[in-house]
């Protein structure tokens, strides 16, 4: 009986073996809600800002070496916002701006900051972000 009884467990986990999934990487994707909604405030109103016309709110939450790439490619942008470190705080800033700009929603203001806060991606795994010492406009 306890012979029959191994075999069975045996049978059973050969069966339920687990299966893999391919991880999803980089991981942009798990904040995609609160990159739509600072998109969207971003864009109220037909903003015609320069930096929020070529920057788009996902470049928040890449690392430094996509947003150094996207301001080569981008040469015509403000010197004073093309700090590859400081890409989410110059967004958030503008998301603030334009929410402020168009009615002053505080759900929009908080959507905004709460952008500000999301992590980004670093060059590997562990690593520490570089962190913008740029203070948020006011």
């Known amino acids: 009986m306890?012979?029959?009884?191994?075999?069975?467990?045996?049978a059973t986990a050969a069966n339920a073996a687990p299966t893999l999934v391919r991880r999803?990487?980089?991981?942009?994707h798990s904040h995609e809600v609160l990159i739509v909604a600072t998109r969207a405030v971003l864009n109220k109103g037909g903003n015609n800002d320069?930096?929020?016309?070529?920057?788009?709110?996902?470049?928040?939450?890449?690392?430094?070496?996509?947003?150094?790439?996207?301001?080569?490619?981008?040469?015509?942008?403000?010197?004073?916002?093309?700090?590859?470190?400081?890409?989410q705080q110059n967004l958030a800033d503008a998301c603030i701006d334009n929410a402020k700009k168009n009615g002053g929603d505080k759900n929009e203001i908080a959507t905004c900051m709460?952008?500000?806060?999301?992590e980004?991606?670093?060059?590997?795994?562990?690593?520490?972000q570089d962190v913008c010492k740029k203070a948020p406009r006011k």
């Open 50 to 87: 320069p930096f929020v016309r070529k920057v788009d709110a996902v470049f928040g939450t890449l690392g430094l070496a996509a947003n150094v790439k996207l301001f080569e490619q981008n040469a015509d942008l403000p010197a004073d916002l093309k700090d590859a470190v400081c890409v």
């Open 2 to 10: 306890f012979t029959t009884l191994v075999l069975a467990l045996a």
């Open 120 to 128: 980004r991606n670093t060059n590997g795994v562990g690593l520490a």
């Open 114 to 118: 709460q952008f500000r806060i999301l």
């Open 24 to 28: 999803e990487v980089p991981q942009e």
